[in-house]
């Protein structure tokens, strides 16, 4: 075929039916792939079948309803999202040398951080009013998948957790543990159960002046996280590293579904620092310190991108924001203020 002529309403045609081809992989359906192009079913269906042709391969299982892609066309798939974001990210890159950035910064966060991305996004959007910004709540394997994919820019997530494979990272922040309990809840010296709690009023061994244990932490009516959440299991560590088991009453896989049951005043949880910027303290709860974690290593929460060059322009802007955004220091300021209150 003679692409010489009309070279670049071949190139337009061929960016549209990877469009459609990525679609249908994301809703696994034709109909709703072709409501998401705002096209009809009959035309996404005839581009699909129009890039076959053009490749001489079959992309995908036919038959009355979709059935996935073939092994060929998973392969064109990868190639068709590594494309379309180059696309993007020219279309972007164009823009920021006219020192105008436009497009839509594509930012995915675990639930846990999601508290936190308004320090970024809030300046972005500042300094860059051409640009807007998509936040996604992801799970860490969901945001690898989409950075591999190009369907996010970056991302906050645990920096050490295993499943990041082929990113750059920049730190953000620490997390750091504090019990948030009811006023009227005697968490210093004995307990409701008339347990003694050594240590807890005077600091407990490290001298942690007006700290909590967290064995003693463990005994208060509890409302956590899910152990399938990342800070829970973290959290159920450091319990067991003070010989204690937390056993909440309540378990939520959300962040606001927690504080939706602390703001009764029925429950303690132990919380990220990092959730007051968002949550703060509910009527009539107070927030608590708990003992040094014995050296335990903070779990580090920063932005990882995908290790691609050249760098695109909407990347190297957020980070621009991000390493100006003083997100650790403003987290602790925080902390602090809550603390002394």
């Known amino acids: ?102 497009g839509t910064l594509r930012l995915g966060a675990i639930p846990t951080a ?97 700290a909590v244990s967290w064995s003693r932490a463990a005994r208060l009516p509890l409302c956590l996280l899910s152990p399938r959440m990342r800070n829970r299991r973290i959290l159920d560590g450091l319990f067991a590293a003070d010989g204690a088991t937390a056993s909440p009453a309540v378990e939520s896989d959300t962040v606001d579904g927690l504080y939706a049951h602390l703001a009764s005043g029925r429950w303690s949880s132990v919380i990220s620092h990092a959730w007051l910027h968002m949550f703060g303290i509910p009527a009539g709860m107070r927030v608590v310190r708990l003992h040094d974690d014995g050296g335990v290593s903070r779990p580090r929460v920063g932005l990882v991108f995908a290790a691609h060059e050249p760098r695109p322009a909407m990347v190297r802007a957020l980070l621009e924001v991000a390493e100006g955004a003083r997100v650790r220091d403003s987290l602790d300021e925080l902390l602090s203020a809550h603390l002394e209150s």
């Open 1 to 102: 075929m003679d692409r010489s002529r009309g070279a670049g309403s071949w190139w337009g045609m061929l960016l549209r039916q990877l469009e459609y081809l990525v679609a249908l992989a994301r809703e696994r359906h034709f109909a709703r792939a072709a409501a998401a192009c705002f096209v009809s079913q009959p035309s996404l269906s005839a581009g699909i079948r129009k890039l076959e042709r053009e490749l001489d391969i079959p992309i995908v299982q036919h038959g009355a309803r979709f059935q996935g892609l073939t092994p060929e066309g998973e392969r064109v798939l990868l190639w068709a999202h590594r494309i379309l974001g180059d696309r993007d990210a020219l279309q972007q890159e164009i823009a920021a040398m006219h020192g105008r950035l436009t």
């Open 114 to 210: 999601l508290t936190v991305t308004s320090l970024l996004t809030t300046p972005f959007c500042e300094r860059h009013p051409g640009a807007g910004v998509r936040l996604e709540s992801l799970s860490s394997r969901e945001i690898m998948r989409r950075l591999a994919e190009f369907e996010i820019d970056a991302a906050l997530t645990y920096l050490d957790d295993e499943t990041l494979q082929g990113v750059h990272r920049l730190p953000l922040y620490e997390e750091r543990y504090v019990l948030l309990t009811p006023e009227d809840e005697p968490v210093h010296g004995a307990g409701r159960d008339g347990d003694a709690t050594d240590g807890d009023a005077a600091g407990g061994p490290n001298g942690d002046a007006g």
